[in-house]
């Protein structure tokens, strides 16, 4: 039961929104300055004439394109000239690693959503969508905006920013947490998030050339301490929590889906390959989940490689023993297969664009 490679690795496309004054540009910056070696492009979708957030966005000076020291690209659009930057910044040439939207305050994320899942372009994936909320004024923003909850129960990963500014953060944390359809919450001062949250980040090592953000940041930015949430060697203080698996032992393509329709609230991120042993013993399968959209890409084994299932998960709050113990139980060392034991992985290989709401 073969099927073919799915081609070049494809760019994971991360909607970023929230209301007015949430912290969304300020997030952005954030990603741009401790992207590590990792190559982002930005779409920053503006309301009004005159493009505001664009020019704030890690010193663009309002130009369609602008091309940074690091290779970060921003891209001032409305939403209808979307898929035509997507295309260009998904180009080879620009060697871009992750794409991330700035919608406007005012804009409709689902539609944001909708169409990164509908573009037909080969080179990118949906990345997850990621709400920012004003903690400081979370009740009021609820009380103009009630769209808001429906905002939050579309999110993979939510945000709760200024919690600095907040009178009762814990509070605010709760109604978010309530509101949500099992997303990661985390926490956040003046937008700092780990970046590992929403890609891979490469490391800083691999930038040649020009001085990158990283280059200015050590020089030029002053450390912070501790109530700061960032130590001296740049640790954020985010709640990220990881679980690393591997195995030696072929998963049983059953059992591993229903580990995935049934994952806890706060995973947020899984990556990496899957052996299904004697149900297709040419094909290791990369698996990539954000919130509840998952797919997978069964990829020709070479004859070099280790026969491995190799899975990293990211996610906030998660009890990384207790799902250590449920990947466990998907292992299977049984020397056939069925005809019908693939069919729930497939489902997530021919159509999903079909599944990437489907709760998985």
Not at 45 to 54: Q, Y
Not at 122 to 130: M, N, S, T
Not at 228 to 246: K, N
Request: charged letters at 25%.
């Amino acid at each position: 039961m073969s099927q073919p490679s799915p081609g070049p690795q494809q760019i994971p496309v991360v909607v970023l929104a929230g209301f007015l004054g949430s912290g969304k540009t300020t997030l952005l910056n954030h990603l741009l300055h401790r992207s590590g070696g990792t190559r982002i492009g930005a779409v920053v979708n503006d309301f009004g004439a005159i493009e505001i957030d664009a020019m704030a966005v890690a010193g663009a000076l309002g130009d369609s394109t602008v091309s940074l020291g690091n290779g970060c690209l921003c891209c001032a659009v409305d939403a209808s000239e979307l898929d035509v930057y997507l295309e260009r910044l998904a180009r080879p040439s620009t060697g871009i690693d992750v794409i991330v939207i700035e919608a406007s305050g005012l804009a409709e994320p689902q539609e944001l959503v909708r169409m990164v899942l509908a573009s037909e372009h080969p080179g990118i994936v949906y990345g997850g969508l990621v709400e920012v909320v004003d903690a400081a004024e979370f009740d009021d923003t609820r009380a103009k905006h009630p769209e808001i909850d429906r905002h939050l129960a579309l999110a993979d990963l939510v945000v709760v920013n200024k919690l600095d500014r907040a009178a009762d953060g814990e509070h605010v944390l709760g109604v978010v947490r309530e509101l949500t359809d099992r997303a990661a919450v985390v926490p956040a001062t003046y937008g700092r998030i780990d970046p590992e949250f929403l890609f891979e980040c490469r490391p800083s090592e691999e930038r040649i050339g020009q001085l990158s953000f990283d280059d200015l940041d050590h020089h030029h930015e002053p450390h912070e301490d501790h109530e700061g949430h960032e130590d001296h060697s740049g640790h954020l203080h985010t709640g990220y929590d990881s679980l690393s698996f591997t195995s030696e032992v072929a998963l049983d393509p059953r059992r591993l889906i229903a580990f995935l329709d049934t994952r806890p609230e706060g995973l947020y991120r899984i990556k990496g390959y899957v052996d299904f042993g004697p149900y297709d013993v040419r094909n290791r399968y990369a698996v990539h989940a954000v919130g509840r959209f998952l797919r997978f890409y069964p990829e020709p084994w070479a004859p070099a490689d280790a026969r491995l299932t190799q899975l990293v998960l990211i996610g906030s709050g998660i009890d990384a023993s207790a799902l250590g113990k449920e990947l466990e139980g998907c292992k299977s060392d049984a020397p056939h297969a069925d005809e019908q034991g693939m069919w729930g992985v497939l489902r997530y290989v021919r159509d999903p664009e079909e599944a990437a709401f489907e709760e998985a």
